[in-house]
């Protein structure tokens, strides 16, 4: 028995080598099927409800940007971002506001971290120009919903009309 165990004819052992190859299949643009479809129904959404936003595209994604102003005056570039192969959307509200250079940092940089204790789905950076822009990711393997996307791009629009208020008030504070 042992000897059948131990046999080299026996399959039990045996590692299948990983396919080095295994990409989902892209398109001509170097977008999978899957993206594609989600692509097709997003610009869809956007003309059903008459949404003006700017697509875009490089090697390795797909932009729809819009830029408006807040009411407190911010005029950030609203981004939402599919990857061409990656089952997931960035969105982002970039240059809400850059921050002076004669702005001392900490007071900015507590300022920012409550900001990403209040917002749960959002995270304020401050990057290294200086510009303060809010991101998300949203994974769409759990499903793709065209106008929770769009919302979720309205609730951060939204967003960094608070940050931009509070923000350029502490500059005057803290200059």
């Known amino acids: ?29 170097g977008v999978t099927a ?9 610009q869809a959404f956007l003309v059903e409800k008459g949404i003006p936003m700017e697509a875009r595209e490089n090697e390795t994604h797909v932009f729809f940007m819009t830029q408006e102003k807040t009411p407190s005056g911010a005029e950030p570039m609203m981004m939402i971002v599919f990857s061409k ?25 507590n300022a920012i971290n409550d900001f990403n204790q209040e917002f ?10 200086r510009d303060v822009t809010i991101a998300s990711t949203i994974d769409l393997d759990h499903g793709f919903n065209p106008a929770a996307i769009f919302g979720h791009s ?11 208020a509070y923000l350029t008030k502490l500059y005057d504070q803290v200059q």
């Open 85 to 109: 192969t990656a089952t997931d959307v960035e969105l982002f509200a970039r240059t809400i506001t850059h921050v002076p250079d004669g702005v001392e940092d900490l007071p900015i940089l």
């Open 154 to 164: 309205v609730m951060m629009f939204q967003a960094s009309d608070e940050v931009f």
């Open 34 to 42: 899957v993206q594609q479809q989600y692509l097709e129904e997003f």
């Open 1 to 29: 028995m042992d000897q059948d165990r131990n046999s080299k004819d026996t399959n039990d052992n045996k590692v299948t080598p990983i396919n080095q190859n295994s990409q989902p299949e892209t398109n001509e643009n």
């Open 120 to 129: 749960k789905y959002f995270r304020v950076v401050l990057d290294s120009d």
